[in-house]
């Protein structure tokens, strides 16, 4: 073997063993003007529980947040002055709905606004929430396409899991947060779960530095919340410390 891909070997091997905290598709770093501040991951319940109005609520919640001047502000304020985005649709199985996205000016999240508006609808009946993490551990964040200072998954939805998955959510999670991530969570609360799924999504779904639960009172809620807890995600601010830390919590049941 040359002694060049013997060395780009061990680089490689390197990478894959440490924190996903940088991430770069392919076999180069990545060029300055291609960096971004945040990766950020948005992963939207669409199982039978969501109609098409509650969709349309949580679709046009993220389109309206991308379109609001403030937010815009908040994408381009950043060292790098740019984020990368990318949509999971999930429910029995996850969907890859929109492919990574730099967003680097008003006119980028525009774009993207008016993509989520007329993205379609991939159905599904169950709430398979490790499977969806599942997926982005070995599909999504090996694809990241720039190097990021922060990846962030960000899962919303009304429900909790209920595929009965081999390997649970709480397992998976601590594999994602191994990975260098943060997990944020939007429950929805709306429905028979409303009383448990704040608590649920902070012992089995957040985790990692900064990880915080931002909670919408209803889907008529969603936009608000998620335009709160986006600005907070993209700016990198101080979350509510008082939110006890999902690796405490984890360690504490053992």
Known sequence: ?????????????????????????????????????????LAVDVSNSVDARRYGLQTGGIADALEDPAVQAAILGGARGAIAISVILWADRPHLSVPWVRIASA????ALAGRMRRLTRQGGEFTCVAQMMRFVADKITPQ????????V?????????????????????????????????????EGEQAATLAGWYRDNVIGGPGAFLQPAESFEDFGRAFRQKFVTEISALPTDRRQPSVRRSAQAQR
């Open 1 to 41: 073997m040359p002694l060049l891909d013997r060395s780009r070997r061990k680089v490689l091997i390197a990478v894959a063993a440490a924190p996903l905290l940088l991430l770069r598709a392919g076999d180069g770093g990545a060029q300055p003007q291609r960096n971004v501040d945040t990766a950020l991951i």
């Open 107 to 110: 006119a980028d999240a525009k």
């Open 144 to 151: 990241i396409p720039v190097k990021a200072t922060r990846v």
């Open 153 to 189: 998954l960000d899962v919303s939805g009304d429900g909790q899991e209920n595929c009965n998955p081999g390997l649970g959510p709480t397992a998976v999670r601590d594999d994602l947060i191994g990975l260098g991530l943060t997990i944020n969570g939007l429950p929805i609360l």
